[in-house]
């Protein structure tokens, strides 16, 4: 008799104990399904075809995981995910991009083509089974290894700031060894947040003139606020990381430390809840510690941690913001010291898979909040 599914969060590892008769190929599929939706080769694959049609990204990720999580659960001969075959290769991301490319080259052409039949911008359709056609066959060479655009998280988060500016700039921050910029409010913030969104090269301007590359820029009131903002919290050395990225990045770390800090929206914490959970799927001890990582990790993110907190005027002061991080700091040692790693085996790798989980996890919640609107 086989048994449900318990055991290590891979599709290859799962895909062999199901061929093997170990655990039930439903529950197997299942679990298969929800890894690659949070695969990062979906979001790569679709910042590669959509290029240029940034508002096609969204729309066109969410169908492409739907598709992929249908497929998972499909069986080969009806046109779906063959687990004896992946068992027999050892691997499965060549047919998750193969079939990735296939499926958002058809959503973008659809798009594109009821673009020239209306004059508008029309969604990419998302819905149950059957509800938009299979992908036609790709043009793309076999093998190919498209790289996403750089910067496509940025570009979308300053564009539309949230919870995922607060998480992408937490997350460059690190990756980029900087310390996180004092956060500021008021009418100094508001203006500085204006500037960079109405220019986001302003910020790189202004650290060349600090750092006495362009001594000859002029200096207005937003530019002194900008300069005294960014000494205070960034040494030389800083600066010239930070100088050395695209304008894209300064900017959004700074836009991130002079816009209030939202409240974080219920579907989305229940979304990022749902994308860890599944990394070790029926595992209740590691459900705790997910729910647990994500009501942390919203909580340091964020002055007013959910929609149903009570109104705070302002951000924390230093003891509370204090003992956020330090929950936060205890939660991530416990997640990477969990039995198989689930989401990284170091703090640092946690906290990075956590900022793109709530990433994602606004994305997702927002364009199917769009669409049910």
């Not at 800090?261 to 070790?280: C, G, M, N, W, Y």
Request: glycine fraction near 6%; charged fraction near 25%; hydrophobic fraction near 45%.
């Amino acid at each position: 008799m086989t048994r449900t599914l318990h055991c290590a969060p891979d599709p290859v590892v799962l895909a062999r104990r199901s061929v093997e008769g170990a655990v039930d190929e439903r529950s197997a599929r299942a679990a298969i399904g929800q890894l690659i939706w949070m695969s990062p080769i979906l979001r790569q694959v679709t910042g590669t075809e959509v290029g240029s049609c940034l508002h096609l990204f969204d729309d066109a990720l969410d169908h492409l995981r739907d598709t992929m999580l249908r497929k998972a659960q499909t069986p080969p001969e009806s046109g779906g995910l063959d687990l004896r075959e992946v068992a027999r290769l050892g691997e499965i991301d060549g047919w998750i991009r193969q079939l990735a490319i296939r499926v958002v080259k058809t959503s973008v052409r659809t798009a594109r083509r009821a673009r020239t039949r209306t004059g508008m911008d029309l969604p990419i359709p998302i819905g149950p089974a059957g509800a938009t056609p299979d992908p036609e066959p790709a043009d793309h060479p076999a093998g190919a290894e498209p790289e996403r655009p750089p910067w496509q998280d940025e570009r979308l988060a300053v564009s539309k700031p949230g919870a995922a500016l607060q998480s992408c700039a937490r997350w460059r921050a690190h990756e980029l060894g900087l310390p996180s910029l004092a956060h500021r409010c008021g009418p100094d913030a508001d203006r500085l947040a204006a500037a960079v969104i109405a220019d986001p090269a302003f910020v790189t301007r202004t650290i060349n003139r600090i750092v006495g590359m362009r001594a000859d820029l002029a200096v207005g009131a937003v530019e002194r606020a900008l300069s005294a903002h960014l000494t205070s919290s960034y040494r030389r050395s800083d600066l010239l990381v930070l100088r050395a990225e695209p304008p894209l990045i300064a900017a959004m770390l700074v836009l991130a430390s002079v816009t209030p800090r939202p409240r974080i929206a219920h579907v989305v914490t229940q979304t990022a809840k749902d994308l860890l959970f599944s990394r070790a799927p029926g595992d209740p001890g590691w459900e705790r510690v997910a729910r647990d990582l994500t009501s942390a990790y919203v909580e340091a993110l964020a002055d007013v941690p959910s929609e149903s907190a009570p109104v705070q005027s302002g951000p924390r002061d230093a003891g509370t913001e204090r003992a956020a991080q330090q929950r936060l700091h205890r939660i991530l040692n416990l997640a990477a010291r969990y039995p198989g790693a689930p989401v990284g085996d170091t703090p640092e790798a946690v906290a990075a898979a956590l900022a793109r989980l709530i990433i994602d996890a606004e994305r997702v919640s927002g364009t199917r909040a769009a669409a049910a609107a």
